[in-house]
């Protein structure tokens, strides 16, 4: 499994783009977070029904996602989810009802979209479907897909701007 970070020596975003932003403590919020303080890494912060959760993606906690405390804070530069767009690599699909998916895959179930991490809240690290933003097409409860390599976006006019990649290996893959 490899995750990683625009590469480029400077990523180049419109400001218009960013958001100082908190995150938690009662504070809703779906995108992708830079925080300002320390060497922590950016994560995908969701609210999911109510309660604030951050997924890691990089560095040695990368795929671990866990509920925000009611005390804390996460500080940094927000992309809101209305600015991001998750790109899959069809070619690496498969059925997640076969197969459970390791962290960092994306899976596609009635009509959502879920980042399957590490449950890092428990001590048990569970694999843990986190619900995403939006709304995708469905064919109902039982239609399901899971993709091993995708990618993050933001668009600047018709310029794509990759923010993250991520390739993991294929369950039943050699």
Excluded: C
């Excluded at 060497?39 to 890691?56: E, F, H, K, M, N």
């Excluded at 989810?81 to 997640?96: A, K």
């Excluded at 097409?137 to 990618?151: I, T, V």
């Amino acid at each position: 499994m490899t995750g990683e970070a625009n590469k480029q020596d400077a990523l180049k975003l419109p400001v218009s783009r960013l958001e100082p932003r908190k995150v938690g403590g009662g504070r809703p919020a779906n995108g992708l977070l830079w925080q300002l303080h320390g060497p922590v890494p950016s994560s995908i912060v969701v609210d999911w029904d109510g309660v604030a959760y951050a997924t890691y993606l990089d560095g040695t906690h990368a795929m671990n996602s866990f509920a925000i405390p009611r005390g804390r804070l996460l500080e940094g530069l927000l992309i809101s989810s209305e600015h991001l767009e998750f790109i899959v690599d069809v070619s690496s699909r498969y059925d997640p009802v076969r197969y459970t998916g390791p962290a960092g895959v994306l899976m596609l179930k009635a009509g959502k979209l879920h980042l399957m991490t590490v449950d890092f809240s428990d001590g048990f690290k569970d694999i843990k479907a986190i619900p995403l933003w939006g709304d995708y097409p469905s064919a109902g409860e039982e239609g399901a897909a899971a993709f091993s390599r995708w990618k993050l976006v933001t668009r600047n006019g018709e310029q794509e701007i990759t923010l993250w990649e991520f390739s993991g290996l294929q369950p039943g893959a050699a």
